[in-house]
């Protein structure tokens, strides 16, 4: 009997006093959660979960939150380990958070080919199923003409400025341009049919600044107003520009002699937040023409690292875009690659990132709004990955269990939406931030791997999603610095928990999941690498099962049977070296 108390007045002493007939009576047993031997006896009173209001920080992109209904999968009864001295609690009466769908997004783009009529890869994006597709970029957002086939328009130069001020080709692209090598506006659109998911569009910003008409901006907005009319109530998310702060974008810096309204050199946040304005009114007009009255529009920001920038424009980025913008974005974006820029990072490097780095930008974005005196939005982390190189890192099992964390932190710390970068890039070796092997990277392939293959982060986020319910709750770890826990509840009733081992060896790890009414079973998946390229194997194994190739995972992935065993006795699993495991746990 689950027992519901009201705070204050009356109800509460009428709580109270069902809680002392309760106990006169008999509480039921086994009740007050696994605690390494559900089903012992006892009496205990379970505490009901809270409900928190949602948070600032999340807002409209948890719109249309639905709860999740736990199927059991098909499994295999093993054998349980001998417990140690490492314990994960699970606390279900203490909610973070309900978990958005739009967290587990992608980024796609223009140099993966026509992929629509790739069916191993459409099946693959549909699998892992990332509710928000973000298009067409990336930096070349900045360089991108929606209408265009093969010309830019007569304003937009042949050449621009990178940030020494060296003139080189603009190297536009286009959004109808049909060659095989890249990806058109409509196939987007087709994409996100036929995967279920949610587009996120950026305009293109950068024209604002090196056209080289009398209204640059007024002409950058309308070009992005129309790109609204032509979408036609489809994407309701949309954002302007691309890590603008950067001088490896698009626009950063001009000649000013080339520009007719007196932009300066260099671009600043107070310049682009005006131009913010311009824009948004531009695309919220024509949104309300085609009856898309929900556009949401969100603003390019920086992350923590970059406050302490050399740049001085980066240093103050966010007080003056946000200043002047005002009350006008209605969400923030950051972008983070979380490991040090291109270095030979190794694990140990690589998983200490996302608990720290994930708060640290929040908690910086959080501080630029307050300073700037603008309302609290939505924070939307919409390109994330590492930038470890050297050593194969990206397209390796470390890649996934570094997303696993991500993931587990982005709810944590409320994020609104992410998006990782991105679905398919080019090999370069391995220092390749796509989740599945492009295949018309014909100049560059990936050694031994057939068409679209699905790296080890594929199957991570995949099972993380699967695996994990509708709210997080409350998880902590003792015995062990290695171990990472991310607990989940379920409104059908079960329970689970995401565990990390970030260490080298294997860990025994009893669960104890509190005020819960277990059931009989629990099940997992345990993930984990190979013996291949030493620590970042490019191989990952689901429950034993692994590739039948050099690299990504096993092709039955979505019908491999989960490892099950009784709760009674406790909650007892080994957690590969560096892997994963993701348990739910029946409720009664």
Known sequence: MKKHFLKTGMATVLALALLQSCKKDGAPKGDGGTGGGTGDGGTTVITPPNNPDLAATQGFFLDGWQAKTFTAPSAATVAKPAAG?????????????????????NNTNPFMSQYVDQPVLMQQITDLAPNILRFPGGSLSDVYFWKGSNKAPDDAPAKL??????AGDANYWYGNNTANWTFTLDNYYKVLQQTNSTGLITVNYGYARYGTG?????????????????????????EIGNENYGNWEAGYRIDPAANQDRQPATLTGSLY?????????SMRKAATEVGNTGIKIGMVTTEDEEKNNASVIIQNW????????????????????????????????????????????????????????????????????????????????IAGVHAVMVLGELLKNQYSMAARWDLANGWDNGDDHGMFNNSMNTSNPEPGAPAWNARPAFYYMYFFQKYFGDRMVNSTVTGSTDIISYGSSYQSGQAGVVLVNKGSTDKVVTVNIKNFAAGSKYYYYELKGGTDNATFSRKVYVNGTGPAGVSGGPSNFKTIAANSAAIAGGIIVNVPAYGSLFLVAEGK
């Open 85 to 105: 001295n490492i314990s994960a609690t699970v606390d279900v009466s203490q909610v973070i958070s309900k978990v958005s769908k739009n967290l587990y997004g």
């Open 161 to 166: 400025l990178n940030s020494g001020g060296v």
């Open 318 to 397: 966010n007080a003056n875009a946000m200043k002047e913008s005002g009350s006008s974005p209605d969400f923030y974006v950051v972008h983070n690659y979380y490991t040090p820029f291109q270095q030979n990072s190794s694990p140990e490097v690589i998983l200490a990132t996302p608990a720290k780095v994930t708060a640290n930008m929040m908690a910086w974005v959080k501080t630029s709004i307050q300073n700037a005196g603008v309302p609290q939005k939505p924070v939307a982390l919409d390109e994330w990955n590492i930038f470890a190189t050297g050593s194969k890192q990206m397209v390796s099992n």
């Open 273 to 281: 937040g005006a131009h913010f304005k311009i824009f948004a009114d």
């Open 214 to 238: 009398s209204k640059p901006a007024e002409t950058a907005a309308h070009l992005a107003a129309d790109w609204v009319r032509y979408d036609n109530g489809r994407t309701k998310y949309w």
